[in-house]
C-alpha cells in the first residue's frame, strides 16, 4: 500500500480490497488514510497525503455494505464501519464534516512560539464563525511584526498608558484565532474583548477555555461577548470614552453587501479618538467580494482614518481543489489610524 512518506498519490486501487478478506488493522489503517484533514492553510508541516477520489466514494460504501465476515470481532467490525461512514460524511462538504479540534503555531518576536487549540464544530451554511479562514491565520502570524503600539518584551505585569491596559476588541472573531493570538502576545498588558453574532459566540468562548493555561501564564485579560455591527447605529448613545478601544482587530469580516458599512459605522463609534489608535484588518481579495473590500477602504476614508500600513500576501484556503491541490487565495492587510487634523 502506498504510504504518506511516498510522493505518489493514493489511488482507490492502491487500498485493501475486500474480496482479498484484508485484515481488521489493513482496513482501519486505510481508513486513517482516507480521512479529509483540513489543510492547515497550505503549511508544508501539515502536508498530507494527496488522494485520488475517484471511486473512494464507492470503495467507502463498500465497505459499509459489507457484513466483514471474515473479521472475528464485533468491536473490530463496528470500528471499520464507523470508520468507513465518518470518510463519507467529510466526502459530502465541509458542512457534513464532523467537528475538530485544530492546533496552531503562532510566532512571537525575541521568544518561542506559542501554540492555541480551536475547537470547530460542524459547520452550517450561516455560522461561517464555527471555521477559522485563512486571513485570520495570515493575521495572527503577522500581529506581532505591526505598526502597533509597542507590546511588552517580557511576560512581567505592564501597562499600555496612564497605567491601564491597552484595551483590543476582535470584530467577528468567529473561532478566536486572531483575538486570542492578540492576547498571547501582549498577556497582562492588554485586555481584549472577542466579539461575534449570539449564535457564535459560546463556540468563541469554549475556545477561550480551550486555551485558558497559555492565557494564565502570559497574564491575558479575555472576555467574549455578542456584538452586531448591524445594531451600531448613530440614534443609539455613543460609547463612553473608557469604554472605547485603543485597538481593533478584524479578519475576514465582509460578505454581504451591508457589512462595509455596518463594520465602518461600529468601528467608529468604538474606536478611542487618539493619535496612537489602530484598526486591523486582513481580508481575502476573493472575485465576489472586491466591491466591498473597495466600499470598505472608501468608508474608512470618509469616517477620518488613514492607512498606516498594509500589503497583500498570500494564502491557502484549508479545502483542496479538485486534484487535492492547495487552492492560493490573496489578502489583503492594513493597519489604519485617525487623521491628525
Ligand atoms: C468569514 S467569518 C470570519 C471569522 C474569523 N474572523 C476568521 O477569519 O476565522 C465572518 C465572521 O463575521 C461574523 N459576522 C457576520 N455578520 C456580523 C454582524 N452583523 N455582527 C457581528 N459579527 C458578524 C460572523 O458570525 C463570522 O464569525
New binding site residues.
Partial sequence: MTTSSDSQPLHVFDLPQLYTKPTAADILRALEQLAVRPRNFGDDENAQLIVLQTGVSQYLTSIIASALSWIDSDEMREAIWDAASARLCERSGRAAMPAISRVFTIPMTSQTDFTLTLYEPSLTSD???M???V??YLLAKRLHALLLPPAPSSLVPSRYKDNRPLRAL??????G??GLSFAALWGSAASIHL???D??VPNLAHNVGLNDELLSKTGASVLTGV????AETDDRPEPADEEKCDVIL????L??P??PA?LVQTIRRRLYRDTESRVVVEMPLRDAYLPQVEEFRRRMGEAGLVVVEEGEETGYDDWEGKNGEAVEVRCWWAVWRWRCN
Avoid: F, Q, R
Wanted: glycine share 8%; aromatic share 12%.
Fill in positions: 455560522n461561517l464563525g471555521k477559522t479562514w486571513s485570520s476582535e470584530l467577528g472573531a468567529g473561532t484565532l486572531v466579539t461575534d453574532l449564535t457564535i456584538l452586531d455591527w448591524s478584524a479578519a475576514d469580516p460578505y454581504s451591508d457589512h455596518w
